[in-house]
């Protein structure tokens, strides 16, 4: 589960390099990150054990429940990237709304 560090402190690098504020579109991302991440996990170990208990051994249960995880993983990740994008990157009425949700 080393993931769940991982994709929080890769949320907080980017948002901190973007100059992005820690407002309630940032904390609702990094929910999302920290399930989708989790989710992964959970499901590639999940998948290996059901191998392992196949008679796969454990190392080839491992790396083969990875590479079957792959895609959707990469699927669903690029699904959030870029369904959240637009709204990262607003300018106009929409950066209204990010700037409205802003603490005095």
Do not use: C
Request: no cysteine; aromatic share 6%.
């Amino acid at each position: 589960m080393l993931v769940v560090p991982l994709g929080v402190i890769g949320a907080l690098l980017a948002t901190w390099m973007r100059g992005l504020e820690n407002d309630v579109y940032f904390q609702v991302g990094l929910l999302t990150v920290i399930g989708l991440s989790a989710k992964n996990a959970i499901l590639i170990v999940e998948f290996a054990n059901e191998m392992n208990q196949k008679g796969h051994a454990l190392l080839d249960a491992t790396l083969y429940a990875s590479r079957q995880r792959l895609r959707p993983i990469l699927m669903t990740s690029l699904a959030f990237i870029f369904g959240v994008l637009p709204m990262a990157t607003s300018t106009g009425q929409a950066r209204v709304a990010n700037m409205l949700s802003e603490p005095a």
